[in-house]
């Protein structure tokens, strides 16, 4: 059996780092999450706050952690 991987390290105090300018749109879009206007883009190009982001982010490391915890990764 390989070896488990282990979830992803959070970001440092659960921040991401959208300071790179290919975050940044022009054009406002809905955010995927809220529903809200934003310029915002996550990493794969879609709109959303960075906050909703975030709790996102946030609440797969919380699941991938609990499931590992139960070893079932
Ligand atoms: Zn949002």
């Known amino acids: 059996m390989p070896p488990r ?5 959070a970001p440092a105090g659960g921040l991401l780092d ?4 290919s975050h940044f749109h022009r054009d406002a879009r809905p955010c995927r999450s809220c529903g809200g206007m934003t310029h915002l883009r996550d990493d794969h190009g ?3 706050h960075k906050v909703c982001a975030e709790a996102e ?4 490391v919380d699941v991938a952690r609990r499931y590992a915890s139960q070893e079932r990764l």
């Open 5 to 9: 991987r282990k979830p992803a390290p």
């Open 46 to 48: 879609h709109p959303s």
């Open 57 to 60: 982010f946030a609440m797969v």
């Open 18 to 21: 959208w300071s790179h300018s």
